[in-house]
């Protein structure tokens, strides 16, 4: 093969990786959208350039329903869900663990920051679907006690700053959770039990795995 060919080889290898490492950063902190990827091949370079200046830090609320509870001996738990069977089975763990006459549940479903624009008419109907599954979710506890979450950002972020804004007691996750692998994704479960300042508990069979955090 000749060195030009080489050359053309090198340079479109280097073109499309920068634009992948871009992505793959994105997906690490909350943009998950699919349609991604072929920019991030096509534009290379650009994509990771255009990336800095649309880069959102900070994880925000879009959409909360609920009120807090103002009775102290209740045990504050935030539940992560995400739509996997495993976040169904962490919230069902709870209620059986804590029980739902002594628990303030706080759940939180956490979607991708292009999710969530504000005047996009898709994700306006996804966060309108999304808060009614939540909703449902808190009915069959009796809507008692329970605040209905929807935020945009990295799961594992946008959990951490709401268990801490809320003062919760307890952070129920699964171990695995639906969307994009685990490979771009991480794992958010781990993530949030090397970095919690409160227990967690993990959920990834029938039977609840509780970890506690010393710090």
């Not at 060195?3 to 992505?23: H, K, M, N």
């Not at 935020?151 to 969307?179: N, Q, Y």
Request: proline share 4%; charged share 20%.
């Amino acid at each position: 093969m000749s060195s030009s060919a080489w050359t053309i080889i090198v340079f479109v290898a280097v073109w499309v990786t920068s634009g992948l490492v871009a992505l793959w950063w994105m997906a690490r902190h909350g943009y998950r959208d699919p349609r991604w990827i072929l920019l991030a091949i096509v534009l290379g370079p650009a994509f990771a350039a255009a990336v800095s200046e649309r880069y959102e830090r900070s994880p925000r609320t879009i959409a909360s329903s609920g009120t807090d509870s103002e009775e102290s001996d209740r045990v504050r738990v935030l539940v992560g869900l995400d739509g996997s069977a495993q976040s169904d089975r962490a919230l069902g763990s709870v209620a059986r663990i804590v029980g739902t006459d002594r628990a303030w549940l706080l759940l939180v479903r956490v979607v991708g920051f292009d999710q969530a624009e504000p005047d996009d008419p898709e994700a306006a109907s996804l966060v309108s679907a999304t808060t009614a599954e939540l909703t449902a979710k808190a009915e069959q506890f009796g809507g008692n006690a329970v605040v209905c979450t929807v935020a945009a950002g990295d799961p594992a972020d946008t959990i951490l700053l709401l268990a801490e804004e809320r003062d919760v007691d307890l952070i129920a996750v699964g171990r695995h959770g639906s969307g994009l692998s685990k490979a771009i994704m991480g794992n958010v479960a781990d993530a949030v039990l090397r970095r919690a300042a409160v227990p967690v508990m993990i959920i990834g069979t029938e039977t609840p795995n509780v970890k506690p955090v010393i710090t």
